[in-house]
């Protein structure tokens, strides 16, 4: 319970934070700023029943937030919070099936309901923003996402933001680095040369931002769902066909999931494009795909 709490408190002062700098131009402030004063803050109609939560969820979060504390809450505010953090989960579990399965539009009207009676969840609104992409709903995405998109933001809501924004043709200064940490963490440092020159685009154009954000959301999500890290690779490979980088992971998926021919094509993409150690990484995984389909 104490986990969960400060979980959604989290998620609620990265929602809920209303301060920006506009005179500072760097990401992700900058794009806040400006959807802030554009208003373009999303104002969909949502079901009868859900607008009769909006003062529950008030109350929710007023009890969240005293949680810290579990001496201020009576058993009764503890069993509604249990069961309002029991609700989260099965909504957001419930949500990421029906997204993994195709049926993003269902995903996404349970997650705008819950949204609706709930804005401080963070992670809803980053699986309202998945359902947005599934859909090619970009606009929905970064009205829903640019808001929330400041220095508190989660870097998940954050690296969906960056693709919301570059595929409006925006770019802020700083939003490629940004990215590009997420791609290039510190354990790969021995590597960071050769997928700088094999992997990442050197343009700081819309499109090429678009492609480190879906690389940036495949790479740091890759132990989560497969359905929703194959998404983002796809993207990568829609704009860069042979991305190195990105034709490896999708092997390392092929191979696990037992596809070994598809896996050697996606191999052979890869190393036709690798550069210093991922030669060897790649040219490994290839022979072992190579084995597996021939024997």
Not at 51 to 60: H, L, N, P, V, Y
């Amino acid at each position: 319970m104490k986990y969960l709490s400060i979980l959604v408190i989290s998620s609620a002062t990265m929602v809920l934070n209303s301060t920006v700098n506009t005179a500072q131009s760097t990401w992700p402030e900058a794009l806040c700023a400006k959807a802030k004063t554009a208003n373009q803050t999303r104002s969909e109609a949502v079901p009868n029943q859900v607008s009769d939560q909006q003062g529950r969820g008030s109350d929710i979060y007023a009890l969240i937030l005293r949680s810290a504390d579990p001496k201020e809450l009576t058993q009764a505010q503890e069993e509604m919070l249990r069961q309002y953090h029991a609700g989260f989960a099965r909504d957001i579990k419930r949500a990421e099936a029906l997204i993994d399965q195709g049926r993003s539009a269902e995903g996404r009207l349970l997650l705008e309901g819950r949204l609706a009676a709930f804005p401080w969840e963070g992670l809803t609104a980053i699986r309202l923003a998945d359902a947005h992409f599934q859909l090619e709903q970009n606009q929905a995405a970064y009205d829903l996402l640019a808001p929330r998109a400041n220095s508190n933001a989660a870097e998940g809501l954050l690296l969906r933001a960056s693709l919301a924004a570059a595929r409006r043709g925006e770019v802020y200064p700083g939003q490629r680095q940004y990215c590009l940490d997420r791609i290039l963490p510190q354990d790969w440092a021995e590597m960071k040369g050769a997928l700088l020159e094999s992997s990442v685009p050197s343009e700081n154009t819309p499109r090429s931002v678009e492609l480190l954000s879906s690389l940036a959301i495949a790479l740091s999500e890759s132990s989560v769902r497969e359905p929703h890290v194959l998404f983002h690779l796809a993207n990568v490979l829609r704009i860069d066909p042979t991305n190195p980088l990105a034709c490896w992971k999708v092997g390392d998926i092929q191979l696990r999931n037992r596809r070994y021919a598809d896996a050697v094509r996606s191999y052979e993409r890869a190393q036709s494009r690798a550069r210093g150690p991922m030669v060897t990484i790649v040219g490994r995984q290839l022979e072992i795909a190579k084995y597996l389909r021939d024997n």
